[in-house]
């Protein structure tokens, strides 16, 4: 096998010097890359001749990807991958790999972390001890109701990694939990306990909290707009730490708005960083942080050793632990083209 070529487009590491040091272990031709918002041209030139890609939030659609000439593997650095095109990939006989178990408990911690913070309003209680102390008097006129969480029901769509870690972290918080998963099998079902499955719109008529955990793709683009606020109890809250386009902002904002639910905690964007016009901020009963549900100092490692074993299975001319577009193996008859 001939020297592989692998190049990083985009990374959110402080730096990249352990993996400049496993590659170059490994005799590795490789370099890294910020062109998350490069024009397409500059993305190109850089990962054209590469063998494998990795490749944080740079769009990786198939107007690139046509142009890679000699790219076996698409390694995408996390969870979700709706930034590069699957069918294109399989189209040109490209792997597609993502890293599906890494940092789902910090996101299953973020979203419990959003409904705590709805509930307890934890954000506008700050605003309002700054306003009572400058004062001298306590004013909880604008905290609005607080109801006993026991007493109430979560609504968990997507039952998947992360979703599922929710339902047990909720475990002693709820009343009730309803599950909203079609894909979710009679097995799953037992293995978390539950009596039964519920549609979306049970989930959205009869829930106070609802927590998004589904992947973005045609089919959850914006499943959640203004209809499904309709359905939902003026009292209930949605948390989202998914994918921001699950949600049609423009949608939520007027629920918010004009009162059709209480309020929401979000952590993802259809834009990111959002534009700093954006409705939402000035909305005191939207409790907004910064995409940081990803974010641990032991998920940050997990996912570098997890993207260094699939460019190892690469070299081993093996498949990566997880294949998006398992389609391809038809193209690539079981194995990789010659590596």
Not at 32 to 47: S, W
Not at 59 to 84: A, F, T, W
Not at 166 to 179: A, G, H, I, P, S
Not at 235 to 240: E, G, K, M, Y
Request: a negative charge; glycine letters at 6%.
């Amino acid at each position: 096998m001939s020297q592989a070529k692998i190049v990083i487009t985009d990374y959110i590491e402080d730096n990249l010097d352990w993996e400049v040091e496993q590659m170059k272990e490994r005799d590795i031709d490789f370099s890294y890359h910020q062109l998350k918002l490069a024009p397409e041209d500059e993305l190109v030139d850089a990962i054209k001749d590469c063998d494998v890609v990795i490749v944080n939030m740079a769009p990786m659609p198939e107007s690139v990807i046509s142009q890679l000439d000699n790219c076996k593997l698409i390694i995408r650095h996390g969870i979700g991958y709706d930034n590069v095109d699957t069918e294109a990939c399989t189209k040109y006989g490209i792997r597609l790999a993502n890293i599906p178990d890494y940092c789902a408990q910090e996101v299953a911690e973020q979203a419990v972390s959003l409904i705590l913070a709805c509930a307890r309003r934890l954000f506008t209680s700050r605003r309002i001890l700054e306003e009572s102390s400058a004062d001298g008097i306590w004013d909880f006129s604008e905290l609005g109701d607080i109801h006993r969480m026991s007493d109430q029901t979560l609504g968990i769509v997507g039952a998947g990694r992360i979703g599922s870690r929710v339902y047990r972290m909720t475990e002693n918080l709820f009343k009730r939990r309803l599950v909203c998963d079609p894909y979710m099998g009679d097995r799953r079902l037992a293995a978390m306990g539950l009596d039964d499955r519920y549609s979306l719109e049970d989930v959205l008529r009869e829930s106070d909290y609802v927590t998004i955990h589904t992947p973005l793709n045609d089919e959850t683009r914006y499943m959640i707009g203004e209809e499904q606020f309709k359905m939902m109890k003026p009292s209930a809250f949605i948390v989202n730490s998914a994918r921001g386009a699950i949600i049609d902002t423009a949608a939520l904002t007027r629920a918010v708005k004009e009162g059709w639910i209480a309020g929401a905690g979000i952590d993802v964007y259809e834009e990111e960083p959002p534009p700093a016009d954006l409705e939402l901020f000035d909305l005191p009963t939207a409790t907004l942080s910064a995409h940081l549900g990803w974010n641990s100092v032991e998920a940050g490692w997990d996912i570098r050793h997890k993207i260094m074993q699939d460019v190892d299975n690469y070299l081993a001319g093996n498949p990566p632990r997880y294949t998006v577009n398992e389609e391809v193996e038809e193209k690539l008859d079981g194995a990789y083209r010659d590596v």
